[in-house]
């Protein structure tokens, strides 16, 4: 098992920049998929980014091509997300979500391929 814990959250100016971190503790010398996802007040959890397990690939969801940033530091066991340009449509609650890898180039931004999720942080643009 694996325990995150998402840091970064906050208010932000259109236009403006935040970045988000996720820390996992428990069993991190599993490879596991990795990915974000956010979910405004009365919407669906969505997709936001997915990074490979060695950090080589990603993808993104359309919306934020070209102003988020997914990495990954596995010596650290912490997963990044920078985020440019912001629009107030980007205000919703960030998650973290991981899940055991079965090879080296598993990406999804959808929410039932991850087991493991943290609890969250909020991110508001203005």
């Known amino acids: 098992h694996v325990q995150l814990v998402e840091y970064g959250g906050g208010s932000g100016q259109a236009g403006g920049s935040l970045t988000l971190s996720c820390v996992a503790s428990g069993s991190t010398d599993r490879k596991y998929c990795m990915a974000w996802f956010r979910q405004s007040p009365g919407g669906e959890r969505e997709g936001v980014a997915a990074i490979s397990p060695g950090g080589g690939s990603s993808i993104y969801t359309d919306p934020v091509q070209g102003r988020f940033t997914i990495t990954r530091d596995n010596s650290k066991g912490t997963l990044y997300l920078r985020m440019d340009s912001l629009k107030p449509e980007d205000t919703a609650m960030y998650y973290c979500?991981?899940?055991?890898?079965?090879?080296?180039?598993?990406?999804?931004?959808?929410?039932?391929?991850?087991?493991?999720w943290g609890q969250g942080t909020q991110v508001t643009v203005s």
């Open positions: 979500a991981a899940d055991l890898a079965q090879d080296d180039t598993c990406l999804s931004m959808s929410p039932s391929k991850y087991n493991y």
